[in-house]
């Protein structure tokens, strides 16, 4: 039977760099959380024109422009419409943007981030358990030598 050697810097450099992924995830998750609640709040409904879009596996990726009320034209991307947008070019596509920021995060109304928002926030608390424990394990199993 191999037995591992959990005391060496090997582990000790695999358990920060677990941390440090862990802590990356969780600021974006964070991030993703703040900007849909912050579009909720304050975003404004636009209807948009779609210009162009492409499929991939990862999801559709929408090209569309609008002018916001005494703005100039914003040219956007916007990904992942819901199923029942139409998405040939010169289409309209109802979008809610940031009055303070129109260039900035635009999403498609009736758009459902959840499952990103819910996986990502699984992942990162699955990944802070099994370091967490990883690091614990480690530090009972060197008291008790």
Sequence with gaps: MVQRDVSGPRFWSGAVFMLGLVSLLSGLDAKL???????????????AV????????YGVTVYVHFTPPGGDRVDAIVHDPPDTARLEAGS????????????????PVGADDRFTRWGLLGICVLLWVMSGRAVVGRLRGSRRR
């Design 33 to 47: 959380w703040y900007d849909e609640e912050h579009l909720a709040a304050h975003g404004v409904t636009a209807t």
């Design 50 to 57: 779609v210009d162009d879009h492409h499929s991939t596996r």
């Design 92 to 107: 309209p596509l109802p979008v809610r943007y940031d009055p303070e920021d129109p260039a900035g995060r635009i999403e």
